[in-house]
């Protein structure tokens, strides 16, 4: 493969996963799917963090991602709690 197909494939890998990091916070549904109020609630973000880095308090930046750390070790937990458990009978989903 070549070098610029790998980069481009790995850069738009990158994106899906910050898309669905979007997704996992539950914006999407929030905003009713609106890209404007999703960039503008990501500026205002940026904005603050860029206000905390010149103030020196980064403690909100550490706060976010402990709860962040958080929900990503619930989402494996639960999904190691599915694959451990299985499914009652007549569960399964019916086409």
């Known amino acids: 493969m ?3 197909a790998k980069a481009r494939r790995e850069r738009t890998r990158h994106l899906i996963e910050l898309g ?3 997704q996992k916070a ?5 905003v009713d799917d ?3 109020t999703l960039l ?14 010149e103030a ?4 909100v930046i550490v706060r976010w991602r402990r709860r962040g750390l958080r929900a990503f070790d619930a989402d494996r ?3 190691a709690t599915k694959e451990r458990s299985p499914e ?8």
Do not use: K, M, N, Q
């Open 2 to 4: 070549r070098d610029w």
């Open 77 to 79: 937990d639960a999904a």
């Open 40 to 53: 503008g609630a990501l500026l205002e973000l940026a904005d603050r963090i860029h206000g905390a880095g």
């Open 56 to 59: 020196g308090d980064d403690h």
């Open 88 to 95: 009652p009978p007549g569960s399964a989903a019916r086409t």
């Open 20 to 22: 669905g990091l979007v």
């Open 26 to 30: 539950g914006l999407v549904e929030l």
């Open 34 to 36: 609106d890209r404007a």
